[in-house]
DNA sequence: TTAAAAATATAGAATTATTCTAATGTGGGT
DNA sequence: ACCCACATTAGAATAATTCTATATTTTTAA
């Protein structure tokens, strides 16, 4: 059984950011980190709800914050849509937004260079960068 | 009287740019081009309150958004709150975030160089970057 | 083991931001 | 003056998210 090698394993991942792994919590880890692509809690909870007899949306939502407060999981939210996704994805990256497709893409940190020149009044903690356009994939 | 001047000049921009110029839509423009920086649509209708007996806040949003679609101001959904600024600074530029300090500044195109290293895949429409961190001023 | 304490999960209400709707108002042209 | 297209309005509707109060499960420790 794969499924339940994966439950343990994430199972640990959860336990090791201090995160107490609910059956809930697995199952939301599993499908944000394994089965799926930058989803919306909506997607989440659809998804959730096929392993599960209903997980409530503020289940959903009260775990995500939790996995993104542990670090697991980061919260990107959309510039235009103004919609969130996670991404499990928790190495520095960029992204890339075609509206036209709903598409959200992850991009290397070595396709794009950035040079700051700011005067050091500005302290920099984080560049968030989104390239929007079309993909033809 | 400057108001006036402000206004006929306020109202060519507006006709310019195919936008009516009621005195509504002058009143938000002036606002958000003149005497504010990145207000959100809740303090634009706080504002023009002030000019007008009471605008109703549709019509704050009506004319926001028509002021977008004509190019006139830029909307910019900040990634973390969510919530919406309007830019009347059109030119492309980039914006730093001072989420403590509730903060949102103009970033000059010259002060962030940027290298895209992308696949021909990827064509590219905009370039949207937030710059989070502290800001000593 | 068992009952109190702590932590989670839940449904549904509340909040916030925004858009829609349908009715009303306004100004320019005939 | 009268029409017509366009604006404005209040308030309802929608959508995303958070809060609240209750229920359930887990842990602790006697």
Redesign the pocket.
Known sequence: MNDKKDQIAISEILSKAGV?P????IAVFKYVHNESDHP???QVKVAVDRV?P??????V???L?ALVEAGLVKAVKLPNSG??CYDANTAKHYHFIDEKQGLLLDLDLKDIKIDLNLSTQFEVKDVDVFIKGHYSG
Chains 1, 2 share one sequence.
């Open positions: 107490n609910t059956a809930q919590r919306t809690p909506e599960f209903k997980i409530s949306l503020a289940t939502y009260n775990t914050n919609k969130v």
